[in-house]
């Protein structure tokens, strides 16, 4: 049977994988990320040799940046090599396959929509939570990528437009896990280095107001940020991605403060459906073999 080589280009790390046609994981390992292009395309041409044996008749990407169809990828991001080349071309130049790259967040929207959460849903919404907000749009079962790469960029979205500029305006700046950190930080005249989101929700269990104040504030934000997107694409289902998806009273509160939102605004009565990612860790390889199906179907 034939298979996909998967890749999920990180800034630290390479992941790779390889994918059946139907998303199941064979095997799977990381590098760590090459300083340049050329130690990129070694990993790949690398992975190909070990793999040579696996029936290998396709690449799969996961990549950070806004990713063109002709296989530019815009933007910038931990790997600034990345944008500019055509890495579609450069891959297949190298590897004699056809290559299909996509973004790591629109990935993991397609890892949820095939085989995940959101599995036999048409639109939905995936909201990518971790030091930055990042998300996809998913109309009619396809990435919706929007006229300038930036579908699904919840994390540019203004919630706070007092003093912009100040680092605390956009959604990625007062809903993401680091903001927390930086609450914590401010009001206790630390420096943010010196805190982990873990500690904070483990001290907030034990009791410290400024902790409890800065998570509460956090998942008023996060909720707020939903709520604007179930009434801007009013989506089936929104789905939350990222670390704090891990936390089992993230639905249950998210719930909480979307009840206190509905009951605040008269005209509001759509309570949004909302639910955690089913893929963690692969969500990025399983979604790029996802993408890689897709393209192959036009």
């Known amino acids: 049977m034939d298979n996909i080589l998967a890749f999920d280009f990180g800034g630290t790390h390479i992941k790779y994988g390889i994918v059946t046609y139907e998303g199941m994981i064979l095997d799977k390992g990381y590098v760590p990320t090459p300083k340049s292009l050329e130690g990129l395309l070694d990993v790949i041409q690398n992975q190909l040799d070990i793999y040579a044996d696996q029936a290998i008749n396709g690449i799969a990407i996961s990549s950070p940046g806004a ?43 397609l890892a949820e929509v095939w085989k995940g959460s959101a599995k036999d849903k048409n639109d939905v919404a995936v909201v990518v939570v971790g030091t930055g907000i990042g998300g996809a749009l998913v109309k009619d079962g396809k990435i919706h990528k929007g006229s300038h790469l930036h579908g699904g960029e919840f994390g540019y979205i203004i919630l706070n437009p007092n003093e912009l500029g100040n680092g605390m305006n956009s959604f990625s700046e007062v809903a993401s896990t680091y903001s927390i950190i930086k609450r914590v930080a401010l009001a206790k005249g630390i420096d943010a280095s010196a805190l982990t989101g873990e500690g904070i929700f483990a001290q907030a269990e034990q009791g410290d107001p400024v902790c409890i104040q800065a998570i509460s504030e956090f998942y008023r934000m996060l909720a707020i940020g939903l709520y604007n997107i179930q009434y801007i694409y009013d989506p089936e289902l929104i789905l939350i991605g ?22 605040a605004i008269d005209v509001a009565t759509i309570i949004p459906a909302m639910d955690t990612c089913y893929f963690h860790a692969d969500a990025n390889l399983i979604g790029a073999v996802y993408h890689y199906v897709q393209q192959n179907l036009l």
């Open 242 to 263: 990222g670390a704090i998806s891990a936390r089992t009273d993230l639905i249950p509160r998210l719930k909480e403060e979307m009840n206190q939102l509905i009951t």
């Open 67 to 109: 990713v063109a169809d002709n296989g530019i990828i815009h933007g910038s991001s931990a790997i600034p090599y990345l944008h500019g080349p055509n890495m579609k071309a450069r891959i297949e130049s190298v590897t004699g396959l056809t290559a299909h790259i996509e973004n790591d967040a629109n990935c993991v929207g």
